[in-house]
């Protein structure tokens, strides 16, 4: 499910979960005990990248839809404490978005340092509104931290999914360049960083991402209450259940 690659320094986490990369609860594990351990290993960068044309379509409705209510609970969770691996990191991610990013595809490379995509038909974007479901709290915070509050009110309140390149002039993403050169355009600004100064690029990146890392400071267990209700609301059961339904015809 997750490949990693080394590329000297810099280690390539490769989500690997055939069709879409769609994040299952061992896929989520996985990839945060992976953050957490590669400074310790010695990478000092990380790229996150996924499949050509398809970086990840975000939670795995369908697997989830057969979990029961701890599992359910389980699985958020397990996600914050992705997101915050990400977001806490001592070493930047810069996350390569080879395809479509939707749902959690996007929330992920929201709470890394960098964003590069492929120029292409493809699709960026927050739609858990189109599928039933609030853009938690938290989320939402790291999206207008990103774009600002106009563009994140319009996004997540929509559901939007957008071009890469709709997606770089809003600043969800920082660059969009050919499918081919997305992870080694990753790559070339993580070696960018890291020939900086070490101590003083590391105290300005500190500086620079305290606002986000200030968002994992205090517990998160009300949130995760919300956002375990709102799953199992009738409303958004009925929505995926639909969306699946749908994704069942057209395979």
Not at 72 to 84: F, K, M, Q, S, T
Not at 91 to 111: D, E, K, R, S
């Amino acid at each position: 499910m997750l490949l990693t690659i080394d590329h000297g320094a810099v280690r390539e986490l490769h989500l690997n979960r055939p069709p879409a990369n769609a994040l299952s609860p061992e896929l989520i594990v996985a990839l945060k005990q992976a953050v957490e351990l590669a400074p310790q290993d010695g990478a000092r960068a990380l790229v996150l990248s996924g499949a050509t044309g398809r970086f990840s379509a975000g939670l795995d409705v369908p697997l989830l839809l057969t979990l029961d209510r701890p599992a359910i609970a389980a699985l958020w969770r397990e996600l914050y404490g992705l997101l915050r691996a990400l977001a806490i990191s001592p070493i930047p991610i810069a996350a390569a978005i080879t395809g479509h990013a939707t749902a959690g595809g996007t929330v992920l490379p929201i709470f890394c340092d960098f964003r590069v995509a492929a120029h292409g038909e493809w699709k960026l974007g927050l739609n858990e509104v189109q599928v039933g479901l609030p853009l938690p709290p938290l989320i939402f915070a790291g999206l207008r931290r990103l774009v600002g509050a106009h563009q994140a009110e319009r996004l997540a309140v929509g559901g939007l999914l957008i071009s890469p390149d709709e997606a770089a002039r809003i600043g969800l993403v920082d660059e969009v360049v050919p499918l081919d050169q997305v992870v080694s355009r990753a790559l070339e600004w993580s070696r960018g960083l890291l020939a900086l100064p070490v101590d003083a690029m590391a105290a300005t990146r500190r500086r620079a991402r305290a606002d986000l890392v200030e968002l994992f400071a205090a517990s998160f267990d009300l949130e995760l209450e919300l956002v375990n209700a709102t799953w199992w609301s009738p409303e958004a059961q009925t929505t995926l259940r639909v969306l699946v339904q749908r994704l069942a015809r057209r395979a």
